[in-house]
């Protein structure tokens, strides 16, 4: 929300230049004469008014929330707000003065509503807060779309994350704000894992696009609470529903899909640690793949016009079980698509810097704690994005999509994560192996040394320079039979639970043939 003092600033601007447009607009009608007997009259009849026409601007301009939160976000809903809060303070005036049987000059009107229209535009999307705001708790990392991907976002990593696009060293995410407005202006939007980094990045910007409705689903109904706060506080006019669930709940889901219809689904919700899923592999099979399969499902049947899986760099030649269920998440997206109308796309990109659980948090911890930070091994590199950048970069591959991609973010160059944690303690004001030591741990379960950017074979351009196209095998001739197989896949979950680990990751090497198993602690994947 705006706060008081801007507010106050605006409300008194406004009503200064209703006063000052409307004797600027009868003197210009008059060839500013003061003395024509003509302008003396029209200025009697607006000073007779002036309190209820100043009444009516302000209740027009506080009813598009001009003095409730920023129109900073540039969207295509931002521009039409202005123009159509100018009409209706002209409309408001007119309808005063004719049912008061009184008139004003229809130039005067004309003039005043251009001035309005400049004056709003001004104020609400030119002159908007700067970066700087920051310190108090308004930085550019909450501000709508356009600013939420021009800067990183101050949260629970305070400095760090301020010297975040230092640390990446790439030109911010250039989403193209119009076609995204088509596409989720007006529109119900489902965003599942809303609770965790990209998911609740996804809302924070989605909100700036007026959405008809916007529903947050999460587990953990905690991150849900605190997203819930920021959003009435961030956003009072959007019509937000938040959904505690699981993704692999059908019955819930079927309820929710019948109560909000959504046209759009943004499915962020996904169990992502790497050593953990190696020791969960039925639980990552049975989430993040089999989860999707169920949204994905659903969307068509309460016919959804778009569906974005958000995946993984890791899905491409999975070494991991992460890894390989989101390439199994996508295998499945791509046999979907051969035949539905709804349009499925999916998403791949690199680690996200200073999303929950990321190695900028963890660096932070034991930076905090005077040491050491832990580095699995000197040479390895990952590919590395920010969270508003990750998040408006998606939104534009959702409205680019026409079925059956799978896009991959331009990643840049990878960064050594030695190099990171050096910069980092140099940015705490501390000398690396010095004040704070490096420890090398090893690589864990399931890791590479290297990751991988893109297929053997090159990715395609797009139109947008960001994004990148792959074009990687289609569903495997065992997850189409299973498929095809009447009544398999309703049965699978039982059939997974029934399993030992070794058996379900035996299941996974068939439907996900790249799937190589990973190396043993200490093994240099990917050299």
């Given at each position: ?10 409300l ?42 100043m009444?009516?601007?302000v ?82 990392g ?14 629970t ?9 230092a ?9 193209d ?51 819930a706060?920021?959003?009435s ?75 974005l899986?958000?995946?993984t ?70 590919y ?27 990643m ?15 940015l ?52 189409q ?11 699978l ?11 379900v ?23």
């Amino acid at each position: 929300m705006l706060r008081p003092s801007r507010a106050a600033l605006l409300l008194i601007g406004d009503l200064l230049l209703i006063n000052i447009s409307y004797i600027f607009a009868l003197l210009l009608r008059h060839d500013f004469d003061a003395e024509n007997l003509m302008f003396i009259g029209y200025l009697n009849v607006f000073l007779k008014n002036a309190v209820w026409i100043m009444l009516i601007k302000v209740a027009v301009f506080w009813l598009f929330g001009f003095y409730r939160g920023r129109r900073s976000c540039h969207a295509p809903g931002a521009l039409k707000s202005v123009l159509l809060c100018a009409l209706g303070a002209m409309a408001g005036v007119a309808l005063m003065l004719t049912l008061s049987m009184q008139l004003l000059p229809r130039s005067a009107q004309l003039i005043t509503f251009g001035t309005d229209l400049l004056w709003l535009g001004l104020t609400r999307l030119l002159l908007r807060p700067q970066a700087a705001e920051g310190a108090d708790g308004e930085g550019a990392g909450e501000e709508q779309a356009a600013e939420a991907a021009e800067a990183p976002r101050e949260d629970t990593l305070g400095s760090f994350d301020r010297n975040a696009a230092a640390l990446l060293a790439r030109a911010a995410a250039e989403p193209d704000l119009t076609a995204i407005g088509e596409e989720l202006g007006g529109r119900i939007v489902l965003v599942t894992g809303a609770g965790g980094s990209i998911g609740a990045e996804l809302c924070r910007q989605i909100a700036c696009f007026r959405p008809r409705r916007l529903v947050a689903l999460d587990i953990y109904e905690n991150s849900l609470f605190d997203l819930a706060n920021e959003l009435s506080e961030q956003h009072p006019e959007l019509r937000l529903e938040t959904a505690v669930a699981s993704v692999r709940d059908g019955e819930r889901l079927r309820e929710l899909f019948a109560r909000h219809t959504p046209h759009v689904v943004f499915h962020a919700a996904a169990h992502k640690h790497v050593p953990l899923m190696e020791e969960n592999p039925r639980e990552a099979v049975l989430n993040n793949a089999l989860g999707t399969k169920l949204l994905m499902d659903l969307a068509e049947e309460f016919a959804a016009e778009r569906f974005l899986l958000v995946s993984t760099n890791k899905a491409e030649r999975p070494a991991s079980v992460m890894g390989a269920s989101k390439r199994l998440a996508e295998m499945l997206l791509q046999e979907k698509s051969r035949t539905s109308r709804c349009i499925f796309a999916a998403v791949r990109f690199g680690n996200v810097l200073g999303s929950n659980g990321s190695v900028l948090t963890v660096f932070q911890r034991q930076i905090a704690a005077g040491g050491p930070v832990t580095v699995s091994h000197p040479k390895a590199e990952r590919y590395f994005l920010s969270i508003p950048d990750a998040a408006a970069l998606l939104l534009q591959a959702s409205a680019m999509a026409e079925g059956g991609e799978i896009f991959m973010l331009d990643m840049g160059e990878p960064m050594k994560i030695l190099d990171l944690a050096e910069k980092l303690i140099r940015l705490s004001g501390k000398t690396p192996y010095e004040d704070v030591e490096i420890a090398f741990t090893g690589l864990r379960p399931g890791e590479k040394l290297r990751e991988t950017a893109e297929a053997g074979e090159a990715p395609e351009a797009t139109a947008h320079r960001q994004i990148l196209l792959e074009h990687p095998a289609g569903a495997s001739p065992a997850l189409q039979a299973l498929l095809q197989t009447p009544g398999a896949w309703d049965a699978l979950p039982a059939e997974l639970r029934g399993m030992t680990e070794a058996e379900v990751l035996d299941w996974l090497r068939r439907m996900v043939p790249e799937y190589r198993a990973p190396g043993a602690r200490g093994q240099i994947i990917g050299d």
